[in-house]
């Protein structure tokens, strides 16, 4: 009598749970790190009210041109999934609020225009030249202000709303993509670089 863990049909069924759990844990650890790197680039703030100036813009487009629109939606998803349950990894938590007492104050509208920009950096940057993902992630940077701006004018007086949500970011916003998209393109030629030697 033949032994049906012998069969080749059968391998799959013996090793598959195994090797299925592999990537589960590999994404599963990439969204917890860029977790750790939004909450790091929250923390790292000019003051200014009522929205803080920090690096998120930075690590988000990092963040999307390095795994794609899913893996970044997804770690999107989670810092707000890890906010909204408490966790003090918004710019200026716990000082002004934690959960979803925070994400409904003024820069909320900011952090769901994180989550399109994410989307939109991973889907159409990526592959693409230094320019033309100079220019993708500032027009990602759309939806961010727009969300963003939308959501601001409930605590403050429309007269104001440029200067509290829109001018000052504009110029930092403009150097920290220039930066990715620099950076990114000298990462991919060190990459093909050693990939070559190594071939």
């Not at 703030?45 to 390095?66: D, E, G, H, N, S």
């Not at 100079?134 to 409930?154: D, E, K, Q, R, S």
Request: with cysteine.
């Amino acid at each position: 009598m033949s032994n049906p863990a012998s069969k080749p049909g059968n391998a799959s069924a013996l090793h598959g749970p195994k090797s299925d759990a592999k990537p589960a844990l590999k994404y599963s650890l990439m969204i917890l790190a860029g977790v750790a790197v939004l909450t790091a680039s929250a923390k790292i703030t000019i003051p200014f009210w009522p929205v803080p100036m920090t690096l998120q813009t930075m690590a988000i487009m990092t963040i999307a041109l390095a795994t794609g629109p899913r893996l970044a939606c997804a770690t999107v998803l989670g810092y707000l999934a890890a906010g909204a349950v408490g966790l003090p990894v918004f710019a200026g938590t716990p000082e002004r609020g934690i959960g979803l007492a925070y994400m409904v104050g003024p820069t909320g509208g900011y952090l769901l225009g994180y989550l399109v920009a994410a989307w939109m950096v991973g889907s159409f940057a990526r592959g693409r030249g230094m320019f033309a993902r100079f220019g993708i992630m500032m027009t990602a940077m759309i939806p961010v202000y727009v969300l963003g701006l939308a959501w601001l004018a409930v605590f403050v007086p429309l007269e104001k709303l440029a200067a509290y949500g829109f001018t000052p970011f504009v110029p930092g916003d403009v150097v920290k993509v220039a930066l990715v998209a620099l950076g990114s393109q000298a990462l991919g030629r060190l990459v093909k670089r050693n990939t070559g030697e190594h071939a």
